[in-house]
């Protein structure tokens, strides 16, 4: 003869069924969020994803081609060409490039967008140089100035562990 039912047997089939019907819904309801917006796209290649305005993308205000002369701080500052393409992307975004020139020195590498200020009159990118004899990693704040004109901030740290500070001016276009 099979043991009797305590009331706390019956309620665990209960149990499971509410939690399968749930996920049978959550499944669902998914699926048709797939199936309108598409999967979500987790690629660093910038060119698949639509340009985001709302949701803390690269300003306007930013976009397009910069140059101009930044001074390395130090004992001996030294002064570089910088040369700065900026391109529609969100947070975590390739947001365009940079090359940095001076005599015996050619160092190119991309930017990318981490952070937009709250005004939207500052943009914060993280640099990696891919090519030449600079510092591999560092940080950029561009700040917009009057119009054409944004200055120029970077800092990163040396091969040698010191900290390493640049600024200038850049303008669109030059």
């Not at 047997?9 to 149990?15: A, E, T």
């Not at 990118?125 to 891919?130: H, M, P, S, T």
């Amino acid at each position: 003869m099979p043991a009797p039912h305590s009331r706390s047997d019956r309620r665990i089939p209960l149990w499971a069924a509410v939690i399968t019907a749930l996920g049978a819904v959550l499944g669902a309801v998914l699926a048709a969020l797939i199936g309108k917006y598409g999967l979500p796209s987790f690629s660093s290649d910038s060119s698949d994803r639509a340009p985001a305005r709302h949701d803390g993308g690269v300003p306007d205000a930013f976009l397009g081609q910069w140059r101009g002369d930044v001074t390395e701080e130090g004992v001996r500052p030294s002064v570089y060409a910088a040369a700065v393409s900026i391109t529609e992307a969100g947070p975590g975004g390739e947001a365009g490039s940079i090359e940095y020139t001076a005599p015996g020195l050619l160092c190119k590498g991309v930017l990318v967008l981490q952070e937009v200020g709250d005004d939207r009159r500052t943009i914060t990118l993280g640099e990696e140089i891919r090519t030449g004899r600079c510092v591999l990693r560092g940080r950029i704040t561009l700040t917009a100035g009057a119009e054409r004109h944004v200055t120029f901030f970077y800092t990163g740290k040396k091969h040698d562990g010191t900290l390493q500070v640049v600024k200038g001016a850049l303008d669109k276009g030059a």
